[in-house]
């Protein structure tokens, strides 16, 4: 099985800020790779597919890059209704493997 | 407009049974894949298993042999059947859409999810 990995678990930041969240995976994936956000006791909304192709409906301030094992999830203004938690999720193969998750907060 | 509906959890003791149903509106099932992803108290997202549209299904480790995932077409209807039952097994159940660009799989609507508690 694939394994997920982000960094880091958990960051604080302010409004404003510019916010980079990793995901690496245990082999090479290409560019299949999902970005979701999941507020407290809502369901995940999907964010960025494909490694980089924004969802429809979502800001572009939420943008994706990276291929093979490495990519990031930025978010270029962070603003009072991102503070959530941040998951990624492979496609490669199943299972479909989920990180373990990166958790905003409010500095 | 799409739209999925969990229903079926509750509190099951281990070693039990439990279907939960997933009814969908605004598109259909059969000719999707579909998913449940599962989420355990205070934990991160945990892949469950899949149904693609040509019926072949995908289980994750932890839930094969004792989970089976299905569809009524007639009902647009995605089923998981949960057997032999376990503490760890304790999660909200997501069902999800899944959608595919180019040869990416990805999960574009979900349920609002149902708790499924094992304890006895």
């Known amino acids: 099985d694939i394994q997920m990995t982000q960094s880091p678990s958990s960051l604080s930041a302010s409004v404003g800020d510019r916010v980079t969240i990793t995901c690496r995976a245990s082999?090479?994936?290409?560019?299949?790779l999902n970005w979701y956000q999941q507020k407290p006791g809502k369901a995940p909304k999907l964010l960025i597919y494909?490694?980089?192709s924004l969802q429809s409906g979502v800001p572009s301030k939420f943008s994706g890059s990276g291929s093979g094992t490495d990519f990031t999830l930025t978010i270029s203004s962070l603003q009072p209704e991102d503070f959530a938690t941040y998951y990624c999720?492979?496609?490669?193969?199943?299972?479909?493997?989920f990180g373990p998750g990166t958790k905003v907060n409010i500095k | 407009e799409v739209q999925l509906v969990e229903t079926g959890g509750g509190l099951i003791q281990p070693g039990g049974s439990l279907r939960l149903s997933c009814a969908a509106s605004?598109?259909?099932?059969?000719?999707?894949?579909m998913s449940w992803v599962r989420q355990a108290p205070g934990k991160g997202l945990e892949w469950v298993s899949v149904?693609?549209?040509?019926?072949?299904?995908h289980y994750a480790d932890s839930v094969k042999g004792r989970f089976t995932i299905s569809r009524d077409n007639s009902k647009n209807t995605l089923y998981l059947q949960m057997n032999s039952l376990r503490a760890e097994d304790t999660a909200v159940y997501y069902c999800?859409?899944?959608?595919?660009?180019?040869?990416?799989?990805?999960?574009?609507?979900w349920g609002q999810g149902t708790l499924v508690t094992v304890s006895s």
């Open positions: 999720q492979q496609s490669y193969s199943t299972p479909f493997t």
């Open positions: 494909a490694a980089s």
């Open positions: 605004g598109f259909t099932v059969s000719t999707n894949y």
């Open positions: 149904i693609y549209s040509g019926g072949t299904t």
């Open positions: 999800a859409r899944d959608r595919r660009y180019s040869t990416n799989w990805y999960s574009d609507y």
């Open positions: 082999q090479s994936i290409s560019s299949y």
